[in-house]
């Protein structure tokens, strides 16, 4: 960990020098617009009580801004259990928490999204008591480093 000097060479000239900060963790979440914030590149998974499982997108196209924004979250029935599921960098760490809206929010699982390489997976157990709340933050940590804030909306 720490500032690293890196220096390109073509052949055996130095074309290009330059500092680095190098880490050993640092998580980032993928998002819809690429921006790096707001909208997440995620998915929501519902399992009713009875039926089915779904699964669909978070997000929605506002045409007027002409970018992604977070699609409304229906918490609604109280029986069905609701799962977001986060993709992004970085997130292979040992000790991963989470909280949305400020209320934790339990991580059922961290690690290889186990399709493309290198991609990384979040599963959360969305709270109940976000019910109502509107527009809500995601924060993640892992091993006590802090990704970039995403947002979604909950009814």
């Known amino acids: 960990d720490g500032e690293a000097t890196v220096t390109v060479f073509r052949g055996t000239t130095a074309v290009a020098r330059g500092k680095l900060q190098v880490a050993t963790n640092a998580p980032a979440l993928f998002t819809a617009n690429s921006d790096g914030w707001d909208a997440p590149a995620a998915l929501i998974h519902r399992v009713p009580a009875t039926g089915q499982p779904t699964t669909g ?15 409304t979250l229906q918490l609604a029935p109280a029986t069905d259990q609701l799962f977001l599921l986060l993709f992004g960098t970085g997130i292979r760490g040992t000790a991963v ?3 949305i809206g400020g209320v934790p929010a339990e991580v059922l699982y961290a690690g290889p999204q186990g399709e493309f390489e290198g991609l990384g997976q979040v599963n959360l157990r969305i709270p109940r008591g976000l019910a109502g ?3 809500v933050d995601i924060a993640l940590w892992v091993d006590g480093v802090r990704a970039n804030t995403v947002r979604v909306a909950v009814q």
């Open 57 to 71: 997108t978070v997000v929605r196209l506002d045409t007027d801004l002409n970018r992604f924004v977070p699609a």
């Open 97 to 99: 928490t989470a909280t």
């Open 133 to 135: 709340r509107g527009s």
